[in-house]
């Protein structure tokens, strides 16, 4: 990586996810590149959590506005599907500042080869309760304040609170 590019991949990887602000774009994984061309112009890559997601056009404006914010004049935001983003690629510091802030991390995401089963009953997830460490809790709402999101309240501390889901 040339020194233009870990400058702009460093101003880059400071964006925060405007839904989990105490997550970095960097720290989600959505942040797949950074790079400075000849003419000076910036090409950021990213790939969205998942098709659809409302937070992503905040994403982009977000980077474009920090980047131009730190002298970088011309920058494009490239958006690469393929691979799909995974709950895998959060990072360890990602995992422990959603734990800091009360929320659960997803566990190990499911692969399948082949068709992907669908089924009417919610998915049966492995979830520790962030205030207690618990990992008996109860499913309260398949949805959170945002779809990426699934609520359960521990049922030792009864505890409410927030499952970022494995996908
Ligand atoms: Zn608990």
């Known amino acids: 990586m040339l020194a233009a590019d870990q400058v702009a991949y460093g101003v880059a990887a400071?964006?925060?996810?405007?839904?989990?602000?105490?997550?970095t774009l960097e720290d989600l994984g959505v942040l797949r590149a950074v790079q400075v061309e000849d003419d000076g112009s910036v090409v950021a890559t990213i790939t969205p959590t998942y098709s659809g997601c409302p937070a992503m056009?905040?994403?982009?404006?977000d980077l474009v506005r920090t980047?131009?914010?730190a002298g970088f004049a011309d920058v494009?935001?490239?958006?690469?599907?393929?691979?799909?983003w995974s709950s895998d690629w959060?990072?360890?510091?990602g995992r422990r500042a959603l734990a800091a802030h009360g929320l659960s991390a997803?566990?190990?995401?499911?692969?399948?080869?082949?068709?992907?089963?669908?089924?009417?009953?919610?998915?049966r997830r492995a979830v520790r309760c962030?205030?207690?460490?618990?990992?008996d809790a109860a499913l309260t709402s398949e949805f959170g304040p945002t779809a990426?999101?699934?609520?359960?309240?521990?049922?030792?501390?009864?505890?409410?609170?927030?499952?970022?889901?494995?996908?």
Not at 14 to 21: A, L
Not at 76 to 84: N, S, T
Not at 106 to 121: F, K, M, N, Q
């Open 148 to 167: 990426c999101k699934a609520l359960y309240r521990c049922v030792r501390c009864s505890e409410p609170f927030e499952h970022v889901k494995e996908i």
């Open 106 to 123: 997803p566990g190990p995401a499911p692969r399948y080869d082949g068709p992907v089963p669908l089924t009417l009953v919610p998915t």
């Open 76 to 84: 494009r935001v490239d958006v690469v599907l393929e691979p799909a």
């Open 57 to 61: 056009t905040s994403m982009r404006d």
């Open 90 to 93: 959060i990072s360890e510091r």
């Open 67 to 69: 980047l131009r914010g």
């Open 14 to 23: 400071r964006v925060v996810d405007p839904e989990m602000p105490m997550l």
């Open 130 to 135: 962030p205030r207690c460490g618990a990992s």
